[in-house]
Every structure is written in C-alpha cells, then in structure tokens.
C-alpha cells in the first residue's frame, strides 16, 4: 500500500485515508470490512459505476443522479472524516 503523504507530513488522516485498504478488503469480497475502513466506498462505487455506465448508456436524468450521488459521496466522506478525528463528539 502506498503510504498517505498527508499523515506522513502533518501526522493527521486526509479526507481520503483508508481508501486503499477499503477497495483491497472490496476485491477480496470483505464488504464489511470495506465499509467500517471507509464508508465511502459504497457511495463512490455507485457514481464510478453509473458515469461509466452513462459513456455508453444516455439516461435520462443523468445529471439529477449524478450530481446525486456526488452529494452522497462527498458528506459521507465529510461525516466519516468528522466521526474519525472525533472533531464533534
């Protein structure tokens, strides 16, 4: 695993540390595992899956699910951060 500079540097977690490991615990098919390492995963997945799906696939209302699940993605990577450095206890 490719070490997090941000932890390296300044000894605090980035937004993104444990996604490594969460999609390493994913291709092993510990889906448990993944989520309690980084509950983003799920969120990020889906919206990977869906603009890669939408190349070749026009939905229509792509932008409303993208723009959705990007939403999604980014407050639960912003509630896991919080939750992880114990910001708001």
């Not at 996604?19 to 990977?48: H, W």
């Amino acid at each position: 695993m490719l070490p997090c500079l941000n932890k390296k540097l300044f000894g605090i977690d980035c937004l993104g540390c444990g996604m490594q490991r969460s999609i390493s615990f994913l291709i092993k098919g510990e889906f448990a595992s993944a989520f309690y390492m980084y509950p983003a995963i799920y969120p990020l997945s889906l919206l990977l899956l869906f603009s890669t799906l939408n190349i070749f696939i026009k939905f229509k209302n792509d932008t409303i699910i993208k723009t959705s699940l990007i939403v999604i993605s980014v407050l639960t990577i912003i509630v896991n951060y919080i939750i992880k450095m114990k910001i708001i206890v």
